[in-house]
């Protein structure tokens, strides 16, 4: 009993009798998500103000006789004359390692009925981006697990790559493969006990998405048993535009976490084509001057505030953005995509006409750059893949004059054939991300010749076996190409004796 | 009818001629009155309603109004009166408003800002 009349008189010694001040206004109009309050003379700009019921907003217009607050909840319960509160806060996230397989809303709060998120520590969810004495170049890689973009877009931690195209390329597909990558990755090297492993945890934001999407998306995660080093952040079509507006910007200070506590993060938006319009109608709605597209003047400033935020910091560790772009009929000179487009370190582009020619991933070689990654590429993917990228441009040049003559001389019909099995063997089943050391394997195969004597319609079957082969019964040497990193002679011999012995059964079997 | 950017300028101007002193004076608001009755400016309606609500915020500014459950104790209006006064470099006049709700303890409300002293709000605390 005593025990009880403690705790009540603990709790007593809490309550402080001191005053507490408030801040308050009164809401004036509440329409589209955005309610116009008067008073508020303390609020600050960002600050989370307080609706009845619980529900949260937060300043964004401040004028000389009203404060415009983006509703982050149901506004359907707020009313006229409603009091209003500011907290004296700034919108904040719970952040760190209890997140890790759960799927959170805009604001961090489950809503994966998971029950709630042990986290104790909270981001503010807008923070200016790392200074430039802070940051460290990039040059530790990431690997997606899609040999194209690997092998000739690389990507490295703590870079922006934009992923763009119109919809149905398979643009979130490849954030997917890349996050699943990471989960495979982060197995096999916490497995190996190797301290100098550094793991990659993944954020995933979907902005303006259907709810089924985002549900297909958490299933291919557990699926691929990659969802527990995996956060999403979900703001999906149904959720009001501040929470669409919010979403990616609550993921990045999640990622920050991991990044200022010496860990790696990636972090796909998907996609900021929704974001941008999210952010338009908030705009226009606090009758902010709109602009080109009826975008407002700042929608730059929107997108290169997020996405400055992902580095590489010097003694901590990184954060790397994969925004994705929708296009319309594959225009990306249009507003948005070029925002974004030089705000990042580099695109993958997916055309819409590979992706309806079978060529999946439908990565356009021409028109995806990586501007940063190449500093970050391993010597074994420079030393398979450092050619392929001019060789499938010249057999791109040589395909587009070889439809006009018959007559081609020996040289360019080699290249021409190289040319149509590099972009077979580049066609890779989704979700079915591979190891660097495959990938490097597979190239390697390619660039000695042993896919020329088989036709090109055999050369993903041909890919696939050799895959198998490798996993199955050459462990120890795909092992060894993923400690050392490089080909050495002796690597080489035992990739070749491997590769006479495949192409052997493959023979036989074809 | 919204007020729109000329009228919203105007009722600024107005207000700020009905000061005297920093203080709302009664003459001169009789004095804008009746300039706004003798040149009908555009939109009257909502130039008033924003005329009105721009008083009211300043008057209120002036005004501690101190809810309480249970009795206030003798002199306690005038302390909060001196304490507000001195906070806010104003004359700040102190009215009681009882409210049971509260169930004990005082609320000061001055202007925008709430001073909350009551088990009614710590109550609330209590169970978010």
Redo the contacts between chains.
């Keep these: 009993m005593s025990n009880v009349i403690e705790q009540i008189e603990q ?1 007593i010694a809490k ?1 402080s ?9 009164h809401i004036r109009t509440v329409a589209d998500g955005v309610a116009k309050v ?5 609020v600050m700009y960002n600050e989370m103000v307080q609706f009845p019921g ?1 529900t949260i907003g937060i300043a964004l217009n401040l004028e ?2 009203e404060v415009g607050c983006v509703v982050l909840g149901d506004v359907s319960q707020l009313k006229e004359g409603d009091e209003v ?1 500011t907290t004296g806060k700034l919108l904040s996230v719970p952040v760190g390692r209890a997140l890790l397989g759960r799927v959170v809303d805009a604001l961090g709060r489950p809503i994966d009925g998971k029950g709630p998120i042990a986290s104790t520590e909270f981001y503010p969810v807008e923070k200016i981006a790392p200074g430039v004495m802070s940051r460290k170049s990039v040059n530790q890689p990431l690997f997606t697990g899609i040999m194209a973009i690997d092998s000739m877009i690389p990507i490295g931690r703590g870079q922006r790559e934009l992923i763009i195209g119109d919809r149905g390329t398979g643009k979130t597909t490849i954030c997917l493969d890349t996050i699943i990558n990471q989960a495979r990755i982060n197995k096999v090297g916490l497995a190996s006990g190797d301290k100098n492993f550094r793991p990659v945890y993944s954020i995933y934001v979907a902005v303006g998405q259907k709810q089924s999407n985002v549900v297909r998306t958490i299933a291919a995660l557990e699926a691929a048993d990659a969802l527990q080093y995996t956060i999403i952040v979900a703001a999906t079509a149904g959720d009001n535009p501040a929470n669409q507006y919010i979403a990616p910007f609550s993921g990045a200070a999640i990622g920050e976490w991991f990044m200022e506590n010496g860990q790696d993060a990636l972090i796909v938006y998907d996609d900021l084509s929704k974001h941008a319009v999210a952010y338009r109608q908030i705009s226009l709605i606090l009758k902010r001057p709109s602009g080109r597209e009826a975008y407002p003047g700042d929608v730059f400033y929107l997108h290169s505030r997020l996405l400055e935020r992902a580095a590489r910091l010097d003694g901590k560790g990184s954060l790397t953005a994969l925004p994705v772009i929708e296009t319309q009929a594959g225009d990306v000179s249009a507003y948005i995509p070029t925002n974004v487009i030089s705000i990042t370190d580099g695109q993958i582009f997916l055309e819409t006409d590979l992706f309806n020619q079978g060529i999946r991933p439908a990565v356009s070689v021409g028109l995806s750059v990586s501007r940063v990654g190449s500093s970050a590429q391993i010597k074994v993917t420079k030393q398979v893949g450092g050619k392929l990228k001019g060789e499938l441009a010249q057999f791109r040049e040589l395909a587009a004059f070889a439809q006009f003559g018959s007559d081609l001389d020996a040289k360019t019909k080699a290249t021409l054939d190289r040319g149509a099995r590099i972009v077979e063997l580049f066609k890779q089943p989704q979700l079915n991300p591979l190891s660097i050391e495959v990938q490097a394997s597979i190239l390697w195969t390619l660039q000695k010749g042993y896919f020329d004597s088989v036709e090109v319609k055999s050369v993903v079957n041909a890919s696939n076996s050799l895959r198998d082969f490798l996993i199955t019964r050459k462990d120890a040497l795909l092992t060894t190409i993923r400690t050392k990193a490089a080909l050495s002679p002796e690597i080489e011999a035992d990739l070749k004796a491997a590769a006479d012995e495949w192409k052997a059964t493959f023979a036989a079997k074809g | 009818m919204a007020a729109d950017k000329k009228t919203k300028l105007l009722a600024r101007q107005l207000f700020k001629l009905s000061l005297a002193d920093g203080q709302v004076s009664a003459e001169q608001i009789s004095g804008v009155l009746g300039w706004v009755n003798k040149h009908s400016p555009r939109r009257p309606l909502a130039l008033l309603q924003l005329y009105q609500r721009l008083i009211t915020t300043e008057l209120a500014r002036s005004q501690a109004v101190v809810t309480h459950a249970g009795p206030l104790g003798a002199g306690m209006l005038a302390q909060i009166e001196k304490a507000m006064t001195l906070k806010y470099s104003r004359p700040v006049t102190a009215t009681a408003a009882p409210d049971s709700s509260l169930l004990a303890g005082i609320r000061v409300r001055v202007g925008d800002d709430i001073y909350e002293s009551s088990a009614a709000s710590q109550l609330a605390s209590l169970s978010a």
């Design positions: 709790q309550l009798t001191k005053a507490v001040k408030k801040n308050t206004g008067d008073g508020l003379s303390d619980g000389q006789d509160t």
